[in-house]
């Protein structure tokens, strides 16, 4: 079992930045990758971002390119979303996720566990 904590969230204006923080505990140590999802009020979940846990291949949904960033720290067993330029739609939980069996998939049943969600609104 892995255990996930999301940190970071909360309200923000348009254009503002916000660092989500996901720490993992328990069976880490096969790990393939991680990944940030996020969910807004009456919408399916969506894929945001991933990374593989050794080599630290990044992949980004084609909506937060160029203004969200994925990293890890090994060491820590934390993965982090850094969110530049914020816009109203991306208003929503935000989840981390983390899978022993895939590298990189974008799809939610590529991921075995899941944190509680932290929560980002973006103000207009």
């Known amino acids: 079992q892995v255990q996930l904590v999301e940190s970071g969230g909360g309200l923000v204006q348009a254009g503002d930045s916000l660092r989500l923080s996901c720490a993992a505990s328990g069976r880490t140590f096969d790990m393939s990758a991680m990944a940030w999802f996020r969910q807004a009020p009456g919408k399916e979940r969506e894929f945001v971002a991933t990374i593989t846990w050794s080599s630290g291949i990044t992949n980004y949904a084609d909506s937060v390119k160029g203004r969200f960033t994925i990293s890890r720290d090994i060491a820590k067993n934390t993965v982090y979303l850094q969110m530049n330029s914020l816009k109203p739609e991306d208003t929503a939980d935000y989840y981390c996720?983390?899978?022993?069996?895939?590298?990189?998939?974008?799809?939610?049943?590529?991921?075995?566990?899941w944190g509680q969600g932290t929560q980002v609104t973006v103000s207009s």
């Open positions: 996720s983390s899978t022993s069996r895939t590298y990189g998939s974008k799809w939610h049943d590529g991921y075995d566990y």
